[in-house]
């Protein structure tokens, strides 16, 4: 017994330590385990919001874009009127000076005709001894002369005047012709910046989300803010809905009446609240191109597209598919700006992906008024339009409806 103990002891005793040891460092794996877990999300959270500042930055980038089109667009428009005033004017002075060598002209005329007749001024004769029948002609004759010399030289002031008008409006469109040039290149300038600053945010988004589960969980919250815009849209809208819809219902109750005409009034207001019926392929394209995605492919994962995404080029006018009234206008996260049309019964088009919008809400619309302009905004590598139709809620295959 003494022997086993001699032996068996220091085994146990080492068993022990061993097992110690061993939890130690099972431990140890366990601590450095939490702290991995504790510093991927750390660097989760810092990722998700450097998105977050990306999409902020990108919505601000697309705005400014959009303004500066708008400005430069307008800009445009002026200097063109600017340029066929200002032509206008050179003509009117080119004119007037034309017409105030002619004046000059037949004044110097004039009075070279009265110094070849000498010295016999109108005063002499008058108070000359000898009258005669010749010199009350003469008199009278000077009397002409001196009236068309009065009324050539008032002519000719008057011309100066309107000359003098004339250089002086022109100097003037002049200095606001050099004004809007001047800013409109610094718009432009302003304009290539802010393009440059959105690629390299583009650039920054994509390679914040590169791996998948990020791309597919970045499209599922794109897709739950659109839902919750347009719900929140819909909300702010539905008393103006619903008092449409109460007009429509007495415009409906008149026309049982074969007598009554509806007024051009009611009959905007019959078509905006009427839905868009059933799709028979009656409506035409919101833009004219090629589909690079329709309705139903897959998108990312478990996600598919709930409308279509058309071809077309930068700045091409988006005429809306019928009428009905604005209920979203805005820049949303993955859709840019987003142009929401209600047409009453539960039916909605939208229009996304656009270089900026042309309606405001609550406005009323008819078919094909333009709406916006075809871009490439929240974060598209290029230009189209995304168009969907929505019918209670439910994205539905936009194609059926379209010619």
């Known amino acids: 017994m003494a022997i086993y103990q001699k032996f068996l002891i220091p085994i146990l005793i080492g068993l022990m330590h061993a097992n110690f040891l061993y939890a130690i460092d099972d431990n140890q794996k366990l601590q450095n385990l939490r702290q991995s877990i504790k510093e991927q999300e750390i660097r989760l959270a810092e990722q998700k919001k450097e998105r977050t500042q990306l999409v ?3 919505k601000q980038q697309e705005t ?5 089109l708008a400005s430069i667009e307008k800009n445009s428009a002026t200097l063109n009127k600017l340029n066929k005033e200002i032509s206008q004017l050179i003509k009117q002075i080119d004119d007037l ?3 105030q060598q002619q004046q000059r002209r037949a004044l110097a005329k004039q009075l070279e005709t009265a110094f070849k007749l000498g010295k016999n001024t109108g005063f002499e004769l008058i108070f000359a001894s000898e009258q005669s029948e010749r010199n009350e002609r003469l008199i009278t004759y000077f009397g002409y002369i001196n009236d068309a010399r009065e009324q050539h030289i008032n002519a000719l002031r008057e011309t100066q005047l309107q000359l003098n008008e004339k250089k002086l409006a022109l100097q003037k469109k002049q200095v606001s012709q050099q004004t809007l040039q001047t800013k409109q290149k610094q718009e432009q300038v302003g304009l290539e910046k802010n393009r440059q600053d959105r690629k390299k ?3 920054s ?6 791996v998948n589960q990020q791309k597919l969980a970045q499209l599922h919250e794109n897709e739950a803010k659109l839902q919750a815009k347009i719900a929140e849209a819909e909300r702010e809208s539905r008393r103006i809905a619903e008092e449409e819809a109460r007009q429509a219902k007495k415009i ?3 026309q049982k009446n074969n007598n009554y005409t509806l007024s051009p009034e009611e009959r905007a207001l019959m078509a905006r609240v009427s839905g868009i019926g059933k799709p028979k392929r009656q409506f035409n394209w919101p833009v004219s191109g090629s589909v690079l995605h329709r309705f139903g492919e897959s998108l990312q994962g478990e996600l598919y597209w709930k409308g279509m995404v058309i071809n077309a080029k930068d700045g091409t006018q988006v005429k809306a598919i019928t009428d009905g009234r604005v209920i979203l206008a805005s820049w949303l996260q993955g859709y840019g700006f987003v142009v929401a049309i209600d047409h009453g019964k539960g039916d909605m088009s939208l229009y996304g992906y656009n270089q900026r919008v042309l309606v405001a809400v609550g406005d009323k619309i008819y078919s094909g008024q333009p709406i916006a302009l075809v871009g490439s905004s929240g974060g598209q590598n290029s230009s189209g339009l995304y168009f969907e139709i929505r019918r ?7 194609s059926g409806w379209l010619k």
Do not use: V, W
Request: avoid cysteine; aromatic fraction near 0%; charge should be neutral.
């Open 205 to 210: 988004l994509e390679s914040s989300m590169q």
């Open 252 to 254: 409906q109750a008149k």
């Open 64 to 68: 400014e874009i959009a303004k500066l």
């Open 201 to 203: 945010t583009i650039t």
């Open 97 to 99: 000076n034309i017409k």
């Open 392 to 398: 209670d809620g439910k994205a539905l295959n936009p």
């Open 56 to 58: 902020s930055d990108l």
